[in-house]
């Protein structure tokens, strides 16, 4: 698989994309390999940078820059988080499959876990310049990846995909708070005393 043409069809043509993607022949290891660990990555990697480099604005303090030490800390945390909760949303994905009228396949709901995440990884690139992690939400085109992946690969009902799709939503923004809380909380930057989960370097 070409990782380059693969984003750029799911992302571009995710309908017909899919559709590959249900009849391809693959295994949990195969697609953390070629797809999870390099997509994951992304917003870890750009948060050293953001956070350590570039630093982050503070009204009336400047450009607050964590040691390199800490923001590597939080990266690594939120990374290894971030590959087991698309395992999780998987196995929530495939339990659901048949609440929802669809056929359980653990590699399928993976597919489908990994996949629909594309554009929400993807937008971590924004964290390279902290005052611009707003633009992360563009991520939220996975919601609708998510949408056209379910009832393709778990083979649920059209007219039940849309619940479908918000039950595992609320169950991934589930997931990805806690690991978003947990990974924050390797960060402190001063005169701040909210804490965003999910949104680096701010607490």
Sequence with gaps: MNIAERVKKILL????EWQIIAAEKTT????????????????????????????VSMPFV?????????????????YALTLVGV???????????????????????LKVAAYSSTAAWLAGIFALIPMLSLLGLVGL?????????????????Q???VIYTVVVVIS???????VGAISNAFISIPGSSMHMPGVPGIR
């Design 13 to 16: 043509q995710p309908k017909s």
């Design 87 to 109: 395992y999780v949303l998987s196995l929530i994905i495939n339990a659901l499959a048949s609440t929802f009228s669809g056929e359980k396949d653990s590699i399928q709901a």
């Design 141 to 157: 085109y996975s919601l609708y990846l998510l949408y056209l992946g379910l009832p393709a690969l778990m083979k649920a009902p």
């Design 172 to 178: 991934a923004i589930v997931i990805f708070f806690i």
């Design 28 to 55: 949990v290891a195969e697609l953390y390999r070629s797809y999870i660990v390099l997509l994951a990555a992304i917003g870890p990697i750009a948060s050293i940078i953001g956070m350590s480099i570039v630093g």
């Design 159 to 161: 007219e039940k995909a």
């Design 62 to 78: 400047g450009t607050y820059r964590v040691t390199l030490s800490t923001s590597i800390s939080h990266a690594v945390v939120n």
